[in-house]
């Protein structure tokens, strides 16, 4: 088994009351039928910055907008497994990487 990480970038924000708790209960019926292959929820993103050799650059470029890490057999399992993911029903994309363990 291997990691994988889960980049959310896009997908619509929530306006009203009624539509957050709607997009809650979807990401909560998302990670609960992951079930065990979750092995961090993760967590949306904020600001951000760009830093090269030169410095700061500004905001990152990406629109990483959330994260999670998952585990699964192959990178076409994990990707299978996010086939339904709440934040493609809101026009958003997720990209799934594989992770390189170091140690």
Same mark, same amino acid.
């Given at each position: 088994?291997?990691?994988?990480? #889960?980049?959310? @970038?896009?997908?619509? $924000?929530?306006?009203? %009351?009624?539509?957050? %708790? !709607?997009?809650?209960? !979807?990401?909560?019926?998302?990670?609960?039928?992951?079930?065990?292959?979750?092995?961090?929820?993760?967590?949306?993103?904020?600001?951000?910055?760009? $830093? @090269? /050799? /030169?410095? /700061?650059?500004?905001?990152?470029?990406?629109?990483? @907008?959330?994260?999670?890490? $998952?585990?699964?057999?192959?990178?076409? !399992?994990?990707?299978?497994?996010?086939?339904?993911?709440?934040? #493609?029903?809101?026009?958003?994309?997720?990209?799934?990487? %594989? /992770? $390189?363990?170091?140690?």
């Amino acid at each position: 088994m291997a990691n994988y990480l #889960l980049a959310y @970038t896009g997908g619509g $924000i929530a306006q009203s %009351e009624a539509e957050r %708790e !709607a997009a809650m209960a !979807a990401w909560g019926g998302f990670f609960q039928k992951l079930g065990p292959a979750v092995v961090e929820v993760g967590n949306p993103v904020g600001a951000s910055a760009s $830093i @090269t /050799t /030169t410095g /700061t650059n500004g905001p990152a470029a990406s629109g990483l @907008t959330g994260y999670s890490v $998952i585990s699964a057999e192959s990178l076409d !399992a994990a990707t299978a497994l996010v086939a339904d993911c709440p934040v #493609l029903a809101s026009g958003g994309k997720v990209d799934v990487y %594989e /992770t $390189i363990p170091v140690m």
